[in-house]
């Protein structure tokens, strides 16, 4: 199963479009996904659009892949939980976000394990079309022992 | 010696996970959680009001609810990953007398977020997550949540 989510706060139309039509053609594949408050409802597969904690953990528990928008928080679910995900970043110019910090994210992200980037509509079908052939990354479920020293370091100080 | 009081906070979504992978360093304090996003599995938890730019009564209310909540706490440190009730919490932290921390969430690799901008004056330490933003000035560079 594929999770899809687009986050909360934003529609995103151009990504549950493109997945709707892959997932015409893909019939076998099942989707799942939570939109938001995006306009464009999906024909070929199930969606909703918001899940609360507990629902959105057993979407996330169950899919073995995630597609989502470039949010920093679905991104290191996935990694967490070792899914492979599928990146699309929202674009500022196309009025999908506030600016163009996922973009950013997504030049940042480049080559990290487990996260695939698509910043073209073919590059994200071509990802879809290879499947199987992503595969997840397990990384720690805590930041860098350097950061966490730090900040310890900080509040240890009188 | 006396267990430090420390108050997280962060917003839903990205944010709040990038502060809950600070969760061994909190964890090792006297750490209440503060979000507008139900958490469970921590020892203790505030839920304050979802505000945002958008709605200046929220903001309000976020504010005051988080002022309440300091003067209960008394925290020694108030870290944050953002977004809006993490910066009133610096806001408050820092004129009431605590130490604070801001950590800029990873999602802002080009430029610091609004929040991350404007609380630079409140933030005892200011921190990015990626070397390329650290000026001379400020913000810091100490690693990241990835």
């Known amino acids: 199963m594929i999770f899809l989510t687009v986050g909360t706060q934003l529609p995103f139309d151009r990504l549950v479009r493109l997945i709707d039509r892959w997932a015409e053609r893909n019939p076998q594949v099942k989707v799942f996904a939570q939109i938001g408050d995006t306009d464009y409802q999906p024909r070929h597969f199930e969606s909703c659009t918001f899940l609360d904690g507990e629902a959105y953990a057993s979407a996330f528990k169950k899919a073995e892949f995630i597609i989502a928008h470039a949010g920093m928080g679905t991104i290191l679910s996935a990694l967490m939980a070792a899914k492979p995900v599928v990146v699309f970043p929202r674009v500022a110019a196309l009025g999908e976000h506030r600016n163009e910090h996922q973009l950013a994210t997504c030049r940042k992200l480049e080559g990290l394990k487990g996260c695939y980037i698509a910043y073209e509509d073919e590059q994200l079908l071509t990802l879809l079309d290879n499947l199987q052939g992503l595969e997840g990354e397990q990384i720690s479920p805590y930041a860098s022992d350097q950061l966490i020293d730090a900040i310890d370091n900080f509040i240890r100080q009188p | ?146």
């Open chain 2, 1 to 146: 010696m006396k267990t430090k009081k420390v108050l997280a906070v962060a917003s839903k979504g990205g944010h709040l996970i990038q502060l809950m992978r600070l969760k061994p360093v909190l964890d090792r304090y006297d750490t209440t959680y503060v979000s507008n996003q139900k958490l469970s599995a921590v020892p203790a938890f505030v839920k304050v009001t979802d505000a945002n730019l958008d709605s200046k009564p929220r903001l309000l209310l976020l504010f005051l609810q988080l002022l309440m909540l300091h003067l209960r706490v008394r925290p020694d440190v108030v870290i944050s990953t953002g977004a809006a009730p993490g910066f009133f919490a610096l806001v408050i932290g820092k004129c009431l007398g605590s130490r604070t921390i801001w950590l800029d969430s990873i999602a802002n690799a080009e430029e610091l977020s609004l929040s991350g901008r404007k609380v630079r004056r409140y933030a005892d330490l200011w921190l990015t997550q990626w070397q390329d933003l650290v000026t001379e000035d400020g913000p810091e560079f100490k690693g990241r949540v990835l």
